[in-house]
């Protein structure tokens, strides 16, 4: 019993050593241990934020070697315990007799690092807690009404009824999606008298909303485009661009796009940028109502942007999340688009339909290529479904069902026109109201930059500093970067949000 | 107008997904006979889809709730169903749940769950970004798995086409051989196309050598209730290896279980050490998650999630559930005893020793050929037939149709 008890301790201390998920040998001499582990274990040595290592190495041969012979001895001390092959003792032990049997007590993720919070849902985070009644949530990336609430639109109810009623089937869509949502998609952004839809020398695919549609191009041109790694953003963009890209394994550029000191557009510095970027490079553009700032070319500035791309062999990859929400009109959204394509610029398009149509969590989204002919079209769609097949097989139907509903039901479009309209006016009377309102508080700043603007969000200029007042002193919370969500805004606290921002910048 | 040559001009025509095409190949076909037994997907004896009275009952709830909106999900997705979800493959009094040390990720139907479960592990397992680390899956397995290339993908035995059964030592022997730390994904029941699964006896050899050689399970749950008939008997493998101690991913999907193919209803759950590593993880694949779908569908998961925490919606489902899995039962027995009758050559034991949605008939290219071609009965080209494709209609043509090939076709 000596023996076994004294294999006992031996056993629980390994045990405990690997429970604090560092080698022992490690603190010793780690250059030797990572030397004798990493040809072992290739996983056992990670870095830690902050610089160095940390050695994790449950499986240090010397520990299983000393394991081992434990185990030895054991065996041969103890007669009676007969062992037959590891994982398989004919006497359930007290304690693990084949220690090199018993599972390390680390995990295979202890050194897999906590991911950096969101900053967005910090915002919204800090604004549940705060118990301040005049709080506003500026941060918030969805439509409200004039009440603060979500806003189911009227005809994506309707939609949702008649799909109800029809009692139809949930058999897998195929991997390209709903051929009526998707052909309804790209009429809508390319326009019914589009040649390059009449013509049919397009294809477009459907998409988890606007991310799913950018991460599925993002990857096809990975594939497919050999010209170049490079995919220039507009400074700035939406965060979420940059991580799309640089997974589906392209890398970032930049071209100036926002001048804060203005607040609006840079346009010689990014005319000069653009016409600096190296030929074949891809290089995206928001079609309307830019995120993060608001801030959209006028249709002159359009036109040159088209010539100097045109000129400089780019492909465009534009990103129209906005269609229709932006100005209210779904014609005048789209006008970069279809003028870019009338001037012979092959683009690849991303559509999404949370904010348009108000269907945020049914993810529906498109993904277009304009292409030189329905050949060609045919042979990129097929293999758009390469990819689409192991990322998740097929798309959700419901989301796509409605908005195809939507589109293709006449008395439903106009229904949905109107609407559309209705909340891109909403958030225009708002920036109007804010900006009346803060003459009326006697700023003496210019806020024009807050009607220019357009879309959901706004740049307010405000610099760090006073957006931390504004959180603090008035509990209205945005990011730090001074971005408001103008669809947190209503005829209710516009002019609590004018008065609060005249006390932090007068 | 166009520009000069089109950058895309060198892009060449991919192959269709054969599934998908045998389905195509159907549709067109103008054959009164015909049969489809290709793709996977649940058909009543009429051979129709049949959408499950529960889901169309939650559904219509949903519908008439003016509460409910569109609002995003969290990047993770719904909780209640994340929760449920896991809970239903782990089970109410899995030692993993009580200690709060598992974790859920809300995914676009099993696919989509085994493509954040991978991208994860290509990031973080065994190292960082150590693609180098093997993954291995069964010979053969659902075609899906190896569509996303990967140069590590190698396979195991798990198929022996002579005696039609399951490759038991070959699989041992792969796993003894592979490096340790290697990926094994596993299919929890019903194995895809096989239709055979290891015997709790078999699952227990196979966990013993993986735990010793430090290998990662990673189970696809594609068919849980769907395969006997039996949320628990289909789970037995996962529970059995959550309480050796394992940590594993297990991909689940919705899609034949609650018929929701279309609104591709997954989940990813991850069973680890510790709470502090589920949490790390998960912050981990919300990164991921981002950059595919930012955030995953609703509608499917309100269904799910609707019915799991209702007890009596709950044992609708249950009750729905095992009509198909009775079903499928059902045309095993009727098409075995059929082809013994006519006295088919070879054994035909394996019809109903499988189990699931598929079997794996032993029919070799030329007679699946013979079967398309000459009588209108479509079958993947490995000879594995979708159960649920036979009606009471159709199983005489059928098994008819199996002797011919047979016999004129060797």
Known sequence: MLWEQQVSFMHESLSRSSEEAQCSCFTQTPAWHRSCCSAWAPRNVAAVPGGGTRGLCPFCPYRAAARLLVSLVVRVLLSRADLGSCGAPRRAPSFSLTLRCSFPSSSWWSHVEMGPPDPILGVTEAFK?????KKMNLGVGA???????PYVLSCVRKAEAMIASKKMDKEYLPIGGLADFTRASAELALGENSEAFKSGRYVTVQGISGTGSLRIGANFLQRFFKSSRDVYLPKPSWGNHTPIFRDAGLQLQAYRYYDPKTCSLDFTGAMEDISKIPEKSIILLHACAHNPTGVDPRQEQWKELAAVVKKRNLLVYFDMAYQGFASGDINRDAWAVRHFIE???NIVLSQSYAKNMGLYGERAGAFTVICSDAEEAKRVESQLKILIRPMYSNPPLNGARIASIILNTPELRKEWLVEVKGMADRIIGMRTQLVSNLKKEGSSHNWQHITDQ??????????????????KEFSIYMTKDGRISMAGVTSGNVGYLAHAIHQVTK | ????ASIFAAVPRAPPVAVFKLTADFREDADSRKVNLGVGAYRTDEGLPWVLPVVRKVEQMIAGDGKLNHEYLPILGLPEFRANASRIALGDDSPAIKENRIGSVQSLGGTGALRIGAEFLRRWYNGTNNTATPVYVSSPTWEGLVSGGGAHIRTYHYWDAAKRGLDLQGLLDDMEKAPEFSIFILHACAHNPTGTDPTPDQWKQIAAVMKRRFLF?????????????SLDKDAWAVRYFVSEGFELFCAQSFSKNFGLYNERVGNLTVVGKDADNVQRVLSQMEKIV???WSNPPSQGARIVATTLTSPQLFAEWKDNVKTMADRVLLMRSELRSRLESLGTPGTWNHITDQIGMFSFTGLNPKQVEYMI???????????RINMCGLTTKNLDYVAKSIHEAVTKIQ
């Open chain 2, 373 to 383: 071609k000459e009588k209108h009965i479509y079958l993947m080209a490995s000879g």
């Open chain 1, 454 to 471: 357009i879309g959901m969000f706004c740049f307010t200029g405000l610099k760090p500093e006073q957006v931390e007042r504004l959180i």
């Open chain 2, 217 to 229: 399970p990673f189970f696809d749950s594609a068919y849980q209730g769907f395969a006997s008939g």
């Open chain 2, 290 to 292: 981002r950059t595919t």
């Open chain 2, 1 to 4: 107008m166009a520009a000069a």
């Open chain 1, 343 to 345: 001037q012979g610029i």
């Open chain 1, 143 to 149: 439509y409200r009404d004039d009440n603060g609430k």
């Open chain 1, 129 to 133: 807690r705060d118990t301040n009644s």
